[in-house]
């Protein structure tokens, strides 16, 4: 067990809505990012967060937002949600940006828009 | 969004036999980890690899960083039942801190 810990672990929305989901790093981890994985994927990076600045950023449009706290957890909202965003999001600890490219991964929240 | 070249996409065998599966890239990577996935769980990482040609050893598994920077391979010796998962490659550019993905090769033991 990582002791990453991510809510909720599964929640369904319609298209337009809006979603939070919530992210509590690893003890000691200063940097979180966050992954989209959609079914039979690999995970596709959102953006990442270190010391509660935004660090880098794929190819996700502006609708994919976050914050992470001065605790350094974390959360992901995404603004009028489309079927496509159906997927797994997987939030991800490490120390001091990840450059070397250790992850401690949660559980995952697995979204269902309809 | 980019992802790895990773084969093969399944795997049915035989416990007891090994295993080998690959990732290749069109990009040069300063980085390359393989990690596991079970159902309903995030990754966990196995090995990572930080060198051109520089061959690790995890226990059963084995992993080497190409040459070329542009692949890698992990191999499975004597393959038990908790074996079976998905294996997924990653690479690390030197300037940024993002990983990119394969698709992920499905092991499944025959039983």
């Known amino acids: 067990e990582t002791g990453v810990t991510q809510s909720p672990t599964h929640l369904i929305k319609t298209r337009g809505q809006q979603v939070t989901l919530r992210c509590s790093s690893q003890?000691?981890?200063?940097?979180v990012s966050w992954y989209q994985q959609a079914l039979g994927q690999g995970p596709q990076f959102i953006f990442q967060?270190?010391?509660?600045?935004?660090?880098g950023r794929g190819n996700f449009p502006p609708r994919f937002s976050g914050l992470q706290f001065p605790n350094y957890s974390s959360e992901l909202n995404v603004n009028a949600l489309e079927l496509d965003d159906s997927a797994l999001y997987l939030c991800?600890?490490?120390?001091?940006?990840?450059?070397?490219?250790?992850?401690?991964f949660g559980e995952g929240s697995r979204l269902t828009v309809l | 969004g980019q992802q790895l070249n990773q084969s093969p996409q399944s795997m049915f065998i035989q416990e007891g036999e090994d295993v080998s599966m690959n990732c290749t890239s069109s990009?040069?990577?300063?980085?390359w980890l393989w990690y596991k996935q079970d159902p309903g769980e995030g990754p966990v990482l196995l090995i990572a690899?930080?060198?051109a040609g520089e061959l690790t050893s995890n226990g059963r598994l084995t992993a080497q960083f190409g040459i070329t920077r542009k692949d890698s391979f992990l191999n499975i010796s004597a393959s038990i039942p908790s074996d079976v998962g998905i294996y997924f490659c990653?690479?690390?550019?030197?300037?940024?801190?993002?990983?990119?993905w394969g698709a992920g090769t499905k092991l499944i033991i025959k039983p």
């Open positions: 990653a690479g690390q550019f030197a300037s940024n801190y993002q990983l990119i």
């Open positions: 967060y270190y010391r509660e600045e935004e660090n």
């Open positions: 990009s040069i990577f300063n980085t």
């Open positions: 991800a600890s490490s120390l001091e940006l990840a450059g070397t490219g250790e992850l401690f």
């Open positions: 690899l930080y060198k």
């Open positions: 003890s000691g981890h200063n940097t």
